[in-house]
Nanobody, 121 residues
């Protein structure tokens, strides 16, 4: 599976961005999908996950109520809608796919290349 993330950019605090992650090579309709982010000098951290059927979502408290993960299995694509962005959200955002339902980086099998999100105050 190859994952291609896109949609990053630079916005001011309070703004919105929508990230997309499109898979190729095989369908991901049977895989759980996740978004992670990594800021300079920090570990990669969990941002959101969605179950293979799109029914269950999971978020950490830091983004809950601001970020929404969704998927379109017909398009082999997962999305991350990010609203009310804060400077602390600045990071490289990665999408991932895996068979496990987890917040842990190590439990995901496939990773995209990342897309930069920069939020200015």
């Amino acid at each position: 599976v190859q994952l291609q993330a896109s949609g990053g950019g630079s916005v001011q605090a309070g703004g919105s961005l929508r990230l997309s992650c499109t898979a190729s090579g095989r369908t991901v309709s049977d895989l759980n999908m996740g978004w992670f982010r990594q800021a300079p000098g920090k570990e990669r951290e969990f941002v959101a996950a969605i179950s293979w059927n799109g029914i269950i979502m999971n978020y950490p408290d830091s983004v809950k109520g601001r970020f929404t993960i969704s998927r379109d299995n017909a398009k082999n694509t997962v999305y991350l809608q990010m609203n009310s962005l804060e400077p602390e959200d600045t990071a490289v955002y990665y999408c991932a796919a895996g068979r496990s339902w987890s917040r842990l980086v190590a439990r995901y099998d496939y990773w995209g290349q990342g897309t930069q999100v920069t939020v200015s105050s």
